[in-house]
């Protein structure tokens, strides 16, 4: 479906809407989308669509997952989360999880950014290389 300039900005001002101190807060959001559906104005299931896009791409930039070849002790843990809370704010939720097949190093992906320090990956261009 289609979505016009002005469906886009009405979505886009509801999403700011949500946010409290640069993070989006659920309350609001559902709060939002309870007053839409009553409201029932022009095009609102085009808004509703565009503002769940919007509140996806919003949960997924929130959202850190971090592979490590082996456990992480609890000191590099709170070291990696303190680190990406520096580059990308509070409120970022973090998941570690073990992945044996990156060798050695860590592998994070924060929405669409990946960081990737692996021995895998580093292998895989030297691979590429030759």
Excluded: C
């Amino acid at each position: 479906m289609k979505i016009g300039k002005q469906i886009r900005r009405e979505a886009k001002g509801l999403f700011r809407s949500t946010l409290v101190s640069g993070v989006m807060d659920e309350a609001k959001a559902r709060a939002v989308v309870k007053a839409v559906i009553e409201r029932k104005p022009r095009g609102y299931v085009a808004i509703l669509e565009h503002f769940k896009r919007l509140v996806k791409l919003e949960q997924d930039r929130r959202t850190a997952r971090v592979e490590s070849a082996v456990p992480l002790s609890p000191e590099q843990r709170s070291g990696v989360s303190s680190r990406l809370e520096q580059i990308y704010g509070k409120g970022l939720n973090l998941s570690f999880e073990q992945n044996s097949s990156l060798l050695g190093g860590l592998r994070v992906r924060v929405g669409s950014d990946v960081y990737d320090s692996s021995v895998a990956s580093r292998l895989q261009a030297l691979e590429e290389a030759f």
